[in-house]
T-cell receptor
Framework: EADIYQTPRYLVIGTGKKITLECSQT?????MYWYQQDPGMELHLIHY???????EKGDLSSESTVSRIRTEHFPLTLESARPSHTSQYLC??????????FGQGTRLTVV | KNQVEQSPQSLIILEGKNCTLQ??????????LRWYKQDTGRGPVSLTI?????NTKSNGRYTATLDADTKQSSLHITASQLSDSASYIC?????????????FGRGTQLTVWP
């Protein structure tokens, strides 16, 4: 079983609120990723990190930001949530060229 | 452009039957190919990972094949069970960057009926 955790699993929040989605892994992986997935659609990379203090934007433009202060922790923040941010957010981690392990996801609904 | 195409988009089969899912990719330079199973509302879980030199890999009732020359892969499921109902995602990794970038297909939605 993969040791990567996301909280919360479900979040319903009002427009304009600031939110942080948490992602932690205990496998010591250098690489971590955030993906956005709408129902029935493919995963889109929105952020990734090679290691501590290294973050890059992914393919899909996102208004979210990330930080990587510790190897095991890769939180994603939305400063002002909007209904268009409603989606499922998946966090993953991997060692170099090995399989990626995914968290259970956070299903975000902005009303 | 690096792409991963999967077919069919969706598939319905009866319990106990076999099925085969297809994946074609244009990712280059190729590093490895993975098949993931994603249950509704959950994160993907790895089924198999195959490198350039591997043609076949099995994991229980799941058998993946890879033809690196034609850039095609298949996932064969034997004696399907109701719990096999899920989305099956083909993911290809390149080795042209330190990231080992992952490219995702849209998945095949499999439904197994009793």
């Amino acid at each position: 079983e993969a040791d990567i955790y996301q909280t919360p699993r479900y979040l319903v929040i009002g427009t304009g609120k600031k939110i942080t989605l948490e992602c932690s892994q205990t496998m010591g992986h250098d690489k971590m990723y955030w993906y956005q997935q709408d129902p029935g659609m493919e995963l889109h990379l929105i952020h990734y990190s090679y290691g501590v203090n290294s973050t890059e934007k992914g393919d899909l433009s996102s208004e979210s930001t990330v930080s990587r202060i510790r190897t095991e922790h890769f939180p994603l923040t939305l400063e002002s949530a909007r209904p268009s941010h409603t989606s499922q957010y998946l966090c993953a981690s991997s060692a170099f060229n090995t399989e990626a392990f995914f968290g259970q996801g956070t299903r975000l609904t902005v009303v | 452009k690096n792409q991963v195409e999967q077919s069919p988009q969706s598939l319905i089969i009866l319990e106990g039957k076999n099925c085969t899912l297809q994946c074609n990719y244009t990712v280059s330079p190729f590093s490895n190919l993975r098949w993931y199973k994603q249950d509704t509302g959950r994160g993907p879980v790895s089924l198999t990972i195959m490198t350039f030199s591997e043609n076949t890999k099995s994991n229980g009732r799941y058998t993946a094949t890879l033809d690196a020359d034609t850039k095609q892969s298949s996932l064969h499921i034997t004696a399907s069970q109701l719990s096999d109902s899920a989305s099956y995602i083909c993911v290809v990794s390149d080795r042209g960057s330190t990231l080992g970038r992952l490219y995702f297909g849209r998945g095949t939605q499999l439904t197994v009926w009793p």
